[in-house]
C-alpha cells in the first residue's frame, strides 16, 4: 500500500543518473546554470556554501547532504563572496565572459555517470574505506596491506572511513601532504517531470539542507565505492542510488524541527490520517466516500472528516479530487491510453466525469493537456 512520498516519487527516476565530483583548493566558485529541477549536493571533504539565485546562502559541511530545487541557477563556492570562476551548463562549463574555460583546476571536471569515469580519483591509491575499512581507489592492479595503492585496496583501508560518512581530511583518505586543504564536491542531477513530481518539488524551500549525522550515511558511502569502479552494471546501480539519497534526504529533511514538511506528509503519524492517505493513494480508482474511507479506518464519518481536514488542510474528498487530478495529468501526457481509460484508473466513470473535474481544476480539457504536454517535450 502506498504512502504519499512513495506514490509522488514513483514520477521521480533518475535514469542515466549524471555525478560531477570535483577537486580543489580555495578560492573557488561554480556556477550552474543547467536549469534542472532538482540537483543534490554534498561534500565529501571541505566545506562549501550553496547561494542559490534570489534566496539566502546555505553552508555545506562534510557529509551533509543539499537538495536544490531549480530551474533558476545557483553558485557553490567557498565562500560567499568569491566571485564564480567557472560556469557550467550541461556539458558545456565556460569562463563568466563567455568564453571556452581552460580548466586548470579540475572544477569542471567529467560528468560521473553512463560510463564515464572520473578522472578526479587519482593519486597515490588511497581509497573510499566503507565501515569495515575496506579501501577502493581508482587505477590498475589489486593492493594488499594497508590499503595504500592503487585499485581496490583491502586491510587497513586508509580512505573514507569510521563509519558509512566519517570522512577524514583529503580528498580520497590521508594522501600525500599536497592534497591537504582540498575540497571534493559531488552533485547528482534528476530530471523531474510530471504534476505528481512537482508536489514533492513545490513542499521544497529553495535549498533544503540535510545535516549529517553521526551514525552516517549510507548512500553516499555506496555511491562514493560505485563511482571509484568502472565495471559492468554501473550505471544502474548508479540510478538506483540516486533514488536512495533522494528519498533518504527528503525523509529525513521532513522529520526535521522547523523543516516545515507539508501537511500530508506530517498526517501519516496519525493512524487513521496516515491509513486513509495510503488508501486513498494506493487505489485511487475505488470509489471512496467519506463514510467508506471513516469505515476503512474504524472512526466514524464526522470525526474522520474533521481529523483529516484539521492535519491535512482539505476535506477527504478534495485531497482525493487534486491526487487522481495530478495521476490523471500525468498519465496522459506519458502515456497513449484513451482519456476514457485514463478516467477509470484515477476513478471517474467516464471520459466526461474525468473532462469536467479537469477543466475545473487545471483550466484545460484532457485532450488540450495532452497535447500541450507534449508539445513542451
Not at 599536497?178 to 514533492?200: F, H, I, N, P
Not at 549529517?212 to 569502479?229: D, K, T, Y
Request: proline share 8%.
Amino acid at each position: 500500500m502506498d504512502d504519499a512520498l512513495s506514490s509522488l516519487l514513483h514520477g521521480v527516476r533518475p535514469q542515466g543518473a549524471l555525478f560531477d565530483q570535483s577537486a580543489f583548493v580555495p578560492p573557488w566558485s561554480l556556477r550552474f546554470e543547467e536549469r534542472t529541477p532538482l540537483a543534490l549536493l554534498t561534500m565529501f571533504t571541505g566545506t562549501a556554501w550553496v547561494i542559490p539565485d534570489g534566496a539566502e546562502p546555505v553552508r555545506l559541511s562534510p557529509c551533509d547532504v543539499a537538495i536544490v530545487t531549480g530551474p533558476e541557477p545557483y553558485t557553490v563556492a567557498d565562500s560567499p563572496g568569491t566571485a564564480p570562476l567557472a560556469v557550467i551548463d550541461g556539458d558545456e562549463c565556460r569562463g563568466p565572459d563567455g568564453r571556452p574555460y581552460t580548466d586548470t583546476t579540475g572544477m569542471c571536471g567529467p560528468a560521473l555517470g553512463n560510463g564515464i569515469p572520473s578522472g578526479i580519483a587519482d593519486g597515490t591509491g588511497n581509497g573510499i574505506a566503507d565501515g569495515t575499512g575496506n579501501g577502493i581507489a581508482s587505477g590498475a592492479g589489486v593492493a594488499n596491506g594497508t590499503g595504500n595503492g592503487a585499485g581496490v585496496a583491502n586491510g587497513n583501508g586508509d580512505g573514507y572511513g569510521g563509519g558509512a560518512c566519517a570522512f577524514p581530511e583529503g580528498p580520497f583518505g590521508p594522501g600525500p601532504a599536497d592534497t591537504a586543504g582540498t575540497t571534493v564536491l559531488l552533485k547528482g542531477v534528476y530530471q523531474v517531470e510530471g504534476s505528481v513530481s512537482d508536489r514533492v518539488l513545490t513542499a521544497l524551500p529553495r535549498v533544503a539542507l540535510v545535516p549529517s549525522v553521526p551514525e552516517g550515511c549510507p548512500p553516499l558511502a555506496m555511491i562514493a565505492q560505485e563511482l571509484a569502479r568502472d565495471i559492468p552494471g554501473r550505471q544502474v546501480i548508479l540510478d538506483r542510488l540516486l533514488d536512495l539519497l533522494l528519498v533518504t534526504s527528503l525523509r529525513e529533511w521532513f522529520a526535521l524541527p522547523g523543516s516545515d514538511a507539508p501537511a500530508w506528509y506530517r498526517a501519516h503519524g496519525d493512524p487513521q490520517v496516515g491509513r486513509a492517505l495510503k488508501l486513498m493513494h494506493g487505489d485511487p480508482a475505488r470509489p471512496w466516500t467519506v463514510a467508506s474511507l471513516a469505515a476503512a479506518v474504524g472512526a466514524s464519518r464526522a470525526r474522520f472528516a474533521h481529523r483529516f481536514t484539521e492535519l491535512v488542510g482539505q476535506s477527504p474528498m478534495a485531497y482525493l479530487t487534486e491526487w487522481r487530478i495530478c495521476r490523471a495529468a500525468d498519465l496522459l501526457a506519458r502515456t497513449d491510453a484513451t482519456v476514457d481509460a485514463v478516467s477509470r484508473q484515477v476513478g471517474y466513470s467516464n471520459a466526461y466525469a474525468l473532462s469536467v473535474a479537469f477543466k475545473r481544476t487545471r483550466g484545460v480539457r484532457p485532450s488540450e493537456h495532452r497535447a500541450l504536454a507534449r508539445a513542451g517535450r
